[in-house]
């Protein structure tokens, strides 16, 4: 934190959005503005779609976007598709959750264990 890292990405977006394509994920919405004002991005923000519907649109586009961790954890396969066809940048600012816990019923585990997994010696899901 406070080692210039936003800063540094902002120089480099600038020095590259006519030539590269970016998808800023910050955690904070403060900073999803931050990054839109400082380096003339877009970000979802309709009143008549979802975000996940204008992000797409504004990626359909070719738009340099930022937006927030809480949006990018809702993104789809269309999603990732065109941030793969498109050829999107992708700068993720701070770390973000790729694995959290879940609370499960009783019901909820013996359904996994009967159809998707097979419980191991220790204790420990192995995925079929």
């Known amino acids: 934190m406070g080692r210039g890292k936003s800063s540094a990405a902002i ?14 994920i910050t955690p904070f919405l403060s900073e999803v503005e931050r990054i839109c004002e400082a380096c003339d991005f877009d970000q ?3 009143d008549h779609l979802t975000k996940s ?3 797409k649109n504004h990626m359909r586009h070719g738009d340099n976007v ?9 993104m789809d ?6 941030s793969r066809s ?6 993720i600012d701070e770390s973000i959750d790729v694995v959290s816990r879940v609370q499960t019923s ?3 585990k013996r359904i996994i264990e009967q159809s998707l997994a097979t419980v191991g010696e220790d204790g420990m899901l192995e995925w079929t």
């Open 77 to 82: 396969d269309e999603a990732l598709e065109l």
């Open 11 to 24: 120089r480099y977006m600038n020095e590259h959005k006519r030539d590269k394509r970016f998808l800023y």
């Open 106 to 108: 009783q019901h909820d």
């Open 66 to 74: 930022a937006a927030s961790h809480a949006l990018f954890y809702l």
């Open 44 to 46: 979802p923000d309709s």
């Open 86 to 91: 498109m050829n999107y940048s992708l700068i």
């Open 53 to 55: 519907a204008e992000l």
